[in-house]
């Protein structure tokens, strides 16, 4: 089944960069209907429209509420024929307006082993907890910070000379191949969510290929 794919950008796209690559060298069957980025100057939309991608800016700053903002991206996507949303290095957290539009269908790649240093400084979070190890999550989005139903995650070890930087580069080229393999798994119908009782959380569920 072919991924149509909606992509939210804050900033670089390196993430997106990796999708654009996997899709081109057929690696991911998939099609980028719309990379959107709440901020005009972010580079990946750069990167979007020399593969030729329909690119759009939607700026929260335009929107009375978060609400209103997300009817927006919601208006958008659909308007793009968007069927899964990857959030890719998008910096806003959604609410129930975007959640419920594309219930189980919003991924989002975070630069840590979740639950562990969710938000906006994983890296930082990681070397001032002093952990050996940390790594990547790709995960269902739902409408807290970093705590859907997690896909796919890796490890990476942390060095003891790393600084964020350098721990963030590392982790980086894990991710590109993590959200990558995800996406591919989904493509192949392999993911699905099974819903949570009173124990346990929804969580994913994945069959071998
Ligand atoms: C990545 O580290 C991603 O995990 C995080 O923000 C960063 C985005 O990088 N959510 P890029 O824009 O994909 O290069």
Do not use: A, F, L, V
């Given at each position: 089944m072919t991924l149509e794919l909606g992509i939210l950008i804050s900033g670089r796209g390196s993430n997106l960069q990796a999708i654009l690559d996997a899709v081109e060298r057929g690696a991911l069957d998939a099609r980028v209907r719309v990379v959107i980025s709440n901020r005009a100057d972010a580079p990946g939309l750069t990167r979007a429209a020399q593969a030729r991608i329909p690119t759009a800016t939607i700026a929260h700053?335009?929107?009375?509420s978060r609400e209103a903002f997300d009817a927006a991206l919601v208006e958008a996507l659909r308007g793009a024929g968007a069927e899964l949303i990857v959030l890719a290095g998008f910096m806003r957290v959604l609410t129930p307006v975007m959640i419920g539009a594309y219930h189980d269908r919003i991924i989002n790649i975070h630069p840590s082993l979740l639950p562990a240093f969710p938000g906006a400084h994983a890296h930082r979070d990681a070397l001032a907890y002093g952990v050996k190890v940390s790594g990547c999550t790709v995960h269902f989005v739902d409408?807290?910070?970093?705590?859907?139903?997690?896909i796919r995650q890796r490890a990476v070890p942390v060095l003891d000379d790393d600084d964020e930087e350098r721990l963030a580069a590392r982790v980086l080229a894990v991710e590109h191949a993590l959200l990558v393999e995800a996406l591919a798994a989904m493509a192949e119908g392999r993911v699905s969510v099974e819903p949570g009782d009173g124990d346990r959380r929804a969580r994913v569920v994945e069959r071998r290929g």
């Open positions: 700053r335009d929107y009375s409408e807290g910070t970093d705590t859907g139903p997690i």
